[in-house]
């Protein structure tokens, strides 16, 4: 049994190391709510407040100007499809390599094995790449930005290992049932691996939410550009055209390009932060799951 703290020692390393991991939790939110405070804010609390958490005078003139044209909306949109196809596909591939190899008796396991490992280790590079999809015809399309990357090396060692720990009952069960291989894959293995599949798929979606190399390096087309690009192009390049002055009142002012690069900010942040909630339980699980056995 756990005995209780009834020491001092052990009560003030229990407040230090709560304090230590609240302040280390406030400075990593801080930023955070400062960018979400500042696409509120109008120019003259920009100019004059150096950093502040709440503005003094609220306005939603960022978020009326970013959404006065479809550039945003466009955008999104093409995050939300990136994001689900190459989740889907991610996990489609991963899944059915891993149960291969999880295979003993699979002819040559090993020998690719090491070639997942290897692939972990040394990449062909960024030329390499951008001609291999050039001559594969998927340049300017997106699936130039999802197959690439079907498969995540670690991912794939950690998912393997998981599958190797389910009962082989299981599977000779199902066998005599007369399921094929694909069979016991889907009605065995995957309803059984729902921690470890919810905790790499979203590993995989917020990959995909969050990369903009690939679509900037792989689509020439700026209809197709998803959120991250956009956000860089606003943060970076400060190339503001995200909205339309056409379609807003006459009267209105357009708000200051910092608090328009914020809001972008929080546009761009918000969706993939709504998931976490959702998966969060299975994250240690997931993953721990894989990993107690090579």
């Keep these: 049994m756990r005995k209780n703290h009834d020491t001092l020692g052990e009560k003030l390393f229990d407040v230090f190391n709560f304090a230590f991991l609240a302040a280390f939790a406030l400075l990593t939110v801080l930023p955070f709510i400062y960018i979400i405070a500042g696409s509120f804010a109008t120019e003259v609390e920009l100019t004059e407040r150096k950093f502040f958490l709440f503005p003094t005078d609220p306005s939603l003139a960022a978020y009326q100007y970013i959404f006065s044209s479809d550039t945003i909306f466009r955008s999104i949109g093409n995050s939300v499809f990136i994001t689900v196809a190459g989740t889907l596909t991610n996990l489609a591939f991963t899944l059915s390599m891993a149960y291969a190899l999880s295979r003993k008796d ?25 001609l291999l999809v050039k001559e594969l015809g998927m340049l300017d399309s997106y699936a130039a930005v999802i197959l690439p990357g079907a498969i995540s090396a670690f991912s794939l060692i950690i998912i393997k290992n998981f599958f190797q720990q389910l009962p082989a009952g299981l599977e000779e069960s199902a066998r005599i049932d007369g399921c094929s291989d694909m069979g016991v894959l889907w009605r065995i293995v995957i309803p059984l691996s ?69 809001a972008v900010i929080v546009v761009g942040t918000v969706p993939i932060l709504m998931v976490y909630p959702f998966l969060q339980k299975h994250f240690a699980k997931g993953v721990l799951l894989g990993s107690i056995k090579g």
Excluded: C
């Design 106 to 130: 699979l002819m040559g396991r090993n020998i690719v094995m090491n070639l997942v490992i290897f692939s972990m280790l040394f990449s062909g590079g960024m030329i390499p790449s951008y």
């Design 194 to 262: 729902k921690p470890v599949i919810a905790t790499f798929g979203l590993f995989y979606a917020v990959g995909h939410w969050n990369n903009f190399f690939s679509a900037l390096l792989f689509l020439n087309d700026h209809t197709k550009w998803p959120l991250q690009v956009m956000l860089r192009e606003i943060v970076m390049l400060s190339q503001l055209a995200v909205g339309d002055m056409n379609n807003m009142d006459p009267n209105f002012v357009k708000p200051p390009d910092q608090s328009v690069k914020m």
